[in-house]
């Protein structure tokens, strides 16, 4: 079956810190990875996604790749700022786009 | 982007109630919601997906008695969880994916359900 494990948080760091957060994935077929966030009193935005082996998302400085040797799809940004503090959430759709597996989340606090 | 919202955000109500939440896609279509719930500490899990205008489709596990899910229009679908207990208390999310966008999905910002 499919399913999500991703890291268990909260994280804590300091603003320009690095930040990864692990994802890893059990699929049947061909699924396409995504990462949302969730800013406080928000829903689910999505923040980037990989359709295919290879791929890599980006959008406002976060970046992950598809690792199909691996079944990851670590969130990575090279300088994190307090803006970033939210709930970020690993996921992944099946072939058809109707089911959606969540890893349960990874909070992260940013301090200045 | 497109803005998904639900209501109410919180509610708390009285065990053997019921209660009403709503997912409403705000500038788009939607011809299918999903509705999710999240038990703290785990997964957002599925738990039904509901297509406009017809019965929605339950996972495993999901009581649909329970669970009543209505997709009356293409902007509009609700929960009611019926005879609420203290373990139906939860984080309830919906998605919504518009029409035409491939598999687009927009989240609302979820809502807390206690049940005391």
């Known amino acids: 079956g499919n399913s999500v494990t991703q890291m268990e948080g909260p994280v804590t760091l300091s603003e320009e810190a690095f930040l990864t957060i692990n994802c890893t994935y059990t699929?049947?077929?061909?699924?396409?990875l995504f990462w949302y966030v969730q800013y406080p009193g928000e829903g689910l935005q999505l923040l980037l996604k990989?359709?295919?082996?290879?791929d890599k998302g980006s959008n406002k400085g976060f970046e992950a790749t598809y690792r199909k040797e691996t079944t990851s799809f670590h969130l990575e940004k090279g300088s994190v700022q307090v803006s970033d503090s939210a709930v970020y959430f690993c996921?992944?759709?099946?072939?058809?786009?109707?089911?959606?597996?969540f890893g349960t989340g990874t909070s992260l606090t940013v301090i200045p | 982007g497109a803005v998904v919202s639900q209501h109410p955000s919180w509610v708390i109500c009285k065990s053997g109630t019921s209660v009403k939440i709503e997912c409403r896609s705000l500038?788009?279509?939607?011809?299918?919601m999903f509705w999710y719930r999240q038990f703290p500490k785990q997964s957002l899990m599925l738990m039904a997906t509901?297509?406009?205008?017809?019965?929605?489709?339950?996972e495993q596990g999901v009581e649909k008695d329970k669970f009543l899910i209505n997709h009356a229009s293409l902007t509009l679908s609700t929960l009611t969880v019926t005879s609420a207990h203290p373990e139906d208390s939860s984080f309830y999310i919906c998605?919504?994916?518009?029409?035409?966008?491939?598999?687009?999905?927009?989240f609302g910002e979820g809502s807390w359900l206690t049940v005391v």
């Open positions: 699929a049947t077929g061909y699924p396409s």
């Open positions: 500038d788009f279509q939607a011809t299918t």
């Open positions: 990989a359709t295919k082996a290879d």
């Open positions: 509901s297509n406009e205008g017809s019965k929605a489709t339950y």
């Open positions: 996921a992944l759709s099946d072939h058809t786009g109707n089911q959606f597996y």
């Open positions: 998605s919504a994916r518009m029409q035409g966008a491939g598999n687009t999905i927009y």
